[in-house]
């Protein structure tokens, strides 16, 4: 599949996530270095891959989760980035981020080959969001087709919100 970044071609590796599908287990590294099993996160999860944390479209992305993701108490939100766990923690400190749970897909990629979000030019992760059901069914999946525009922030609420 190919998306733009800034404008231009860029090819993300792997197959897509679609909806109804299950999503495969992961593992991935939480800010304190430890792996991380997507199995063992509970219940509906919203579920966002960015290209960096530290960047303004990722940065209002993350905080605007983070304050609304308040209002899902059943609902789990999930960031997940190439950036190093240190620049995570030290971002998330700087920024009060204690609603959304921010990890790291650097160590393996077993995220981005699970769910088809590296971007092979670059090296990063594209811009997509997913609502799982606590089955772990996708019940929403979106790839940016532009990689620097922002999610739909109230559809995806939306859909978490009646998600079970």
């Known amino acids: 599949m190919k998306v733009k970044f800034k404008g231009n071609d860029v090819e993300l590796k792997g197959k897509q996530l679609a909806v109804n ?3 495969a287990d992961f593992t991935v ?13 509970p219940g509906v ?9 530290d960047t303004p479209v990722c940065d209002l992305e993350v905080a ?13 939100c999930v960031t997940i980035s190439m950036d190093l766990p240190f620049a995570q923690a030290r971002w998330c400190a700087a920024k009060g981020i204690e609603n959304v749970k921010v990890f790291s897909d650097y160590k393996e990629r077993n995220f981005a080959d699970v ?13 997509a969001a997913f609502v799982i059901d606590s089955g772990n ?10 990689v620097s525009n922002q999610v739909n922030f109230d559809e995806i609420l939306q859909v978490a919100k009646s998600t079970k």
């Open 64 to 76: 605007t989760f983070n304050d609304k993701v308040k209002e899902l108490p059943n609902v789990t």
């Open 45 to 53: 999860k919203i579920l966002l891959a960015v290209p960096s944390v």
């Open 115 to 127: 769910s088809g979000t590296y971007i092979k030019e670059l090296g990063l992760l594209t811009r």
């Open 29 to 41: 590294t939480d800010t304190n270095l430890n792996s991380v099993n997507f199995k063992d996160i």
């Open 21 to 23: 599908e299950t999503i």
């Open 137 to 146: 069914r996708i019940v929403y999946a979106n790839y940016l087709e532009e």
